[in-house]
């Protein structure tokens, strides 16, 4: 299963980006999505998920801005940054994890898109 990532850019400091990451393959069931974030010089971190049930989950420092969404027919999910802040830079990767039609695991990654946020 192959991620592709979009939506990255440059934006100044109470700007808004909308990241999209779309899985591709044999996909039989999708069980959770999600997005992390790495920063120069810090480890990755989560920043988003959601689970098929619908559960979501958002590390402390975007609770309120960020909004994590998903387009299920599409295999598709969003990750909606708004009032940003320069400590939002970083690059940002997708992960979707679940079962192909052979029933075997997939857990895979996207390839990463820069976000910068300049005061």
């Known amino acids: 299963v192959q991620l592709q990532a979009s939506g990255g850019g440059s934006v100044q400091a109470g700007g808004s980006l909308r990241l999209s990451c779309a899985a591709s393959?044999?996909?039989?069931?999708?069980?959770?999505m999600g997005w992390y974030r790495q920063a120069p010089g810090k480890q990755r971190e989560l920043v988003a998920n959601?689970?098929?049930?619908?559960?979501?989950n958002y590390v402390n420092s975007v609770k309120g801005r960020f909004t994590i969404s998903t387009d299920n027919a599409k295999n598709t999910v969003y990750l909606h940054m708004n009032s940003l802040r320069p400590e939002d830079t970083a690059v940002y990767y997708c992960?979707?994890?679940?079962?192909?039609?052979?029933?075997?695991?997939?857990?895979?990654w996207g390839q990463g898109t820069q976000v910068t946020v300049s005061s």
């Open positions: 959601i689970t098929s049930g619908d559960s979501t």
């Open positions: 992960n979707i994890r679940g079962r192909t039609i052979i029933y075997s695991t997939f857990d895979s």
């Open positions: 393959g044999s996909i039989l069931r999708i069980d959770a």
